[in-house]
């Protein structure tokens, strides 16, 4: 079991940046391929960026890849997601997920969920 807490949301003008953090409870942190989801209002959620367990090898949507960058910090039990050139279709509550998988599945299925955080880019 994984708890996760989401941090550093909040409003942004458009061209702005956020660096959102994401700690996770328990001893076994570097077992989980860590990723960041995001739901706009009246959308369905969508992936964002994953990191795997070691945090050398990253993936991102085609949307963010350029603009958005995933880390982590495996003896801090921290995951982060540094968000630059911020566009208002980047408004939604970003959630931090944690995967138990030995394979490499950046968009698979993810088995822990943070309560979400709310990033709002004006124009």
């Known amino acids: 079991q994984v708890q996760l807490v989401e941090s550093g949301g909040g409003l942004v003008q458009a061209g702005g940046a956020l660096r959102l953090s994401c700690a996770a409870s328990?001893?076994?942190?570097?077992?989980?391929?860590m990723g960041w989801f995001r739901q706009a209002p009246g959308k369905e959620r969508e992936f964002v960026a994953a990191?795997?367990?070691?945090?050398?090898?990253?993936h991102y949507a085609d949307s963010v890849k350029g603009r958005f960058t995933i880390s982590r910090d495996n003896a801090q039990n921290r995951a982060y997601l540094q968000m630059n050139s911020l566009i208002p279709e980047d408004t939604a509550v970003y959630y931090c997920?944690?995967?138990?998988?030995?394979?490499?599945?950046?968009?698979?299925?993810?088995?822990?969920w943070g309560q979400g955080t709310q990033v709002t880019v004006s124009s």
């Open positions: 990191i795997s367990w070691s945090g050398s090898v990253t």
């Open positions: 997920a944690a995967a138990v998988n030995s394979r490499w599945l950046p968009e698979g299925s993810y088995d822990y």
């Open positions: 328990g001893r076994t942190f570097t077992r989980y391929i």
